[in-house]
């Protein structure tokens, strides 16, 4: 007997998921799919051009409006939209009102890709508020 026979598994409710934090631009893990991690975040202001030179990103829209800038030119997303940056190409979130995302990228993607600076922050926990 495979462990999925023995218990079913967990359903995730993405809005109770986000009802547990507030820190903004703070990512939490709510899942995952092989190796990848299914985040979410809250996000507001701007935050820092960057690239991923290894992986694509999938960012989706829960609620509220999100930028994302290109250097070719911005998106607008919302809710129930989604866009998946290319590996390597250079872009940067931004949202007027406080703004719920969900991500899709491989375990350890750092946040700030390849610009570091104050707002790099490993994706945590959802239990670690
Ligand atoms: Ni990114």
Partial sequence: MTVS????PPVVNIADALGRFTE???Q???GGVNDYDVKVAKVQGEFVWHTHDDT???LLVISGRLTVRF???DVELAPGEFVVVPRGVEHCTAAEEETS????EPTGVVNTGNAGGPMTK???ALESS
């Fill in 5 to 8: 026979e023995t218990a079913v």
């Fill in 24 to 26: 903004q631009w703070a």
């Fill in 28 to 30: 939490r893990r709510i």
């Fill in 56 to 58: 694509d990103e999938l």
């Fill in 71 to 73: 250097r070719a030119g």
């Fill in 101 to 104: 995302i969900l991500l899709l």
């Fill in 122 to 124: 490993a994706a945590r």
